[in-house]
């Protein structure tokens, strides 16, 4: 390995690795992957507080939901995308004193595409999907946990129920999963 392979290397791991519990934290980015509706979900979300991020933070997220509907007899897919601007505050009595544990609950508004079926308005047998795409709005609440591994890496564990109003194939929807949060300083 090349000696400037080396430096850098060495010098992503300081960055990474440096303490930030001495000062107050403001910002992180997080990602999830998990279940959603009969079908995998994303979440990557980028906070910011304006006090201390372990106390209560606004988020700004990008939910996708790539689903199977149920409801009929034909396998029709779903996809759904999202943008998510939510505020969270810590629970107190639920998280544990020396900030290893962390629950936060939250609420937020949605705004997204939903697409049917890829587009298309008939199945493969020749009938016809009578939904249709286009945009949609609502909200969100969610609950998630933060283990701390480092003073900048966590592990998570969410759920977040989506309320879509204009949806044409299901107003509620959920996502549970698990993923990684980096507080930057």
């Known amino acids: 390995m090349s000696k400037s392979l080396k430096i ?64 009929t007899e034909y396998k029709i897919d779903v996809n759904v995308h999202t943008l998510n601007l939510g505020y969270f505050r810590k629970i107190d009595f639920l998280s544990v004193q020396k900030d290893y544990f962390l629950v936060y609950a939250g609420v937020g508004g949605v705004i997204g595409k939903e697409t049917i079926n890829n587009g298309n308005e008939s ?37 977040t129920h989506y309320y879509h109003v204009n949806s044409e194939i299901g107003k509620s929807k959920f996502m549970a999963g698990l993923g990684l949060k980096y507080v930057i300083f």
């Open 8 to 71: 850098f290397f060495l010098g992503l791991v300081l960055i990474l690795y440096i303490p930030v519990t001495k000062a107050q934290s403001k910002k992180f980015i997080s990602g999830n992957l998990g279940y959603s509706d009969n079908g995998v979900a994303t979440l990557f979300n980028v906070a910011y507080s304006f006090q201390n991020i372990k106390q209560d933070f606004f988020e700004l997220g990008f939910y996708s939901g790539f689903l199977n509907e149920t409801e």
């Open 123 to 159: 199945l493969p047998n020749g009938a016809l999907i009578t939904s249709k795409d286009g945009s949609i709005y609502g909200g969100y609440a969610g609950v998630q946990g933060d283990l701390f591994l480092t003073d900048r890496f966590s592990l998570l564990a969410r759920y």
